[in-house]
């Protein structure tokens, strides 16, 4: 196999687990790699510290998917790792039959999500590396969940930076265009071709629930970057009297309506808007709500994007705080990768600040626990929320 050596100084952080061996890290090799390529990673006097795969055309070039010189990567490894994150989610306990069953490094299978929505599965190959193992991967879920069909997305990421030839479609039984699932007392119906992600965001499970707790009979409530309506339905279904819910997207504005009707609930009203421009115009208008949820889509797909980034969870942030009634409820979300838990409450009390509202934090949510995160990454605790009580 091929071996490849890390410079001096790099061993400690993979020998703490760290599961990743950027390009410049890279003292030597064996011989020249093929992209893909397993290989053998040693410290610089040859000493062993994992096995990976390499794609020398990435910054990324090495992940490590074992640090047990006994466990090497094989179609067994990938298939018993399958089955021991199918066994996490069964004693997790998830009140739902929508799970991320593989959560990528977070199961130690670098490049590769897998999210099962009922009987059928969603799979994507983020890295060139895991997708040269597609066969035992399916195979693999074929096996364990039986499933009537699965579904492979394509991944931009994987297909701009790490070169995968993605395809997108079904590669085992029937997938039909809709299905439905439940989530707590909830029911939503799900795209698997042309939704968004796999087909809904299953991480944010536990705050659609928690958003419960903050809703009386009768509030005013609005659920900003709203999707198919999660937040919204939950404020429904605990009696607000007034649900505005605004996206971008005609697919899942109409899909939210059709989850309305699905759970016997009536008059949400489904805005197609930019969330920034109808924010500005709730302010302009002197509109007040009870409880305001902001859960937009990623605005920093990488670190250079931070600055920007920032900025628009700042003016989110500022504009949530100007709308929200006094001891009313407000949460922002970032499921930006580089964002952190500190910097999104630094834009909070910087807008709490500039538009003199007192707030108090009453939660921090985070990725349900189906999504699980690795210490040495804090970066995979990519989804962080602060609810607070505007004063
Ligand atoms: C993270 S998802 C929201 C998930 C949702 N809260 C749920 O529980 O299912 C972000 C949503 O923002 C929408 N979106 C993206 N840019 C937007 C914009 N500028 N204005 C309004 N919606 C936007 C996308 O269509 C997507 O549905």
């Known amino acids: ?144 969940l039986k499933p009537k069909g699965i579904y492979e997305k394509a991944n931009l990421t994987a297909c701009k930076i790490e070169g995968v030839e993605v395809s997108e479609g079904v590669v085992y039984g029937k997938v039909p265009e809709e299905i439905v699932i439940w989530e707590h007392d909830m029911y939503y119906y799900i795209n698997i071709p042309h939704g968004q992600k796999t087909g809904f965001f299953l991480d944010q499970r536990n705050s659609r629930r928690f958003v419960r707790n903050l809703v009386e009979p009768g509030s005013r409530c609005l659920d900003v970057f709203c999707h198919t309506g999660g937040f919204a339905l939950n404020m429904k279904k605990m009696g607000a009297n007034e649900v505005i819910a605004v996206d971008l997207s ?62 628009g969870y700042k003016e989110l942030c500022v504009r949530g705080l100007k709308i929200t009634k006094s001891g009313g409820y407000l949460a922002v979300f970032s499921c930006s990768f580089h964002v952190t838990e500190q910097h999104l409450f630094e834009v909070m009390t910087q807008a709490s600040y500039d538009v003199k509202r007192q707030v108090r934090v009453i939660a921090k949510t985070f990725q349900d626990k189906d999504h699980p995160w690795i210490l040495q990454m804090p970066n995979t605790l990519y989804l962080k929320g602060i609810w607070v009580e505007v004063i």
Do not use: C
Request: proline residues 5%; hydrophobic residues 40%; aromatic residues 12%.
């Open 1 to 144: 196999m091929l071996q490849v050596r890390v410079k001096p100084g790099i061993e400690d952080r993979i020998r703490g687990f760290f599961p990743w061996i950027y390009r410049p890290e890279i003292a030597s090799l064996s011989r020249k790699p093929k992209k893909g390529e397993l290989v053998v990673i040693r410290d610089f006097g040859g000493r062993f510290l994992g096995y990976g795969y390499i794609n020398p055309e990435v910054s990324i070039a090495i992940r490590i998917l074992s640090f047990d010189k006994n466990q090497p990567i094989t179609p067994d490894l990938i298939k018993n790792r399958i089955q021991e994150a199918y066994n996490y989610r069964k004693q997790l306990y998830i009140n739902s039959n929508a799970f991320r069953l593989v959560h990528s490094e977070g199961d130690l299978l670098p490049g590769l999500i897998v999210d099962v929505y009922d009987e059928y599965a969603v799979v994507e190959f983020t890295t060139y590396g895991m997708n040269l193992f597609r066969e035992t991967v399916i195979s693999s879920l074929v096996d364990i």
């Open 250 to 311: 005609d697919l899942a504005l109409d899909m939210g309506r059709r989850n309305e009707q699905l759970n016997n609930l009536s008059g949400i009203k489904w805005v197609n808007a930019n969330a920034f421009d109808f924010l500005k115009e709730m302010d302009r208008k002197g509109e007040k709500f009870d409880v305001v949820v902001i859960d937009p889509p990623s605005f920093a797909k990488n670190r250079h994007a931070l600055p920007n980034a920032l900025r």
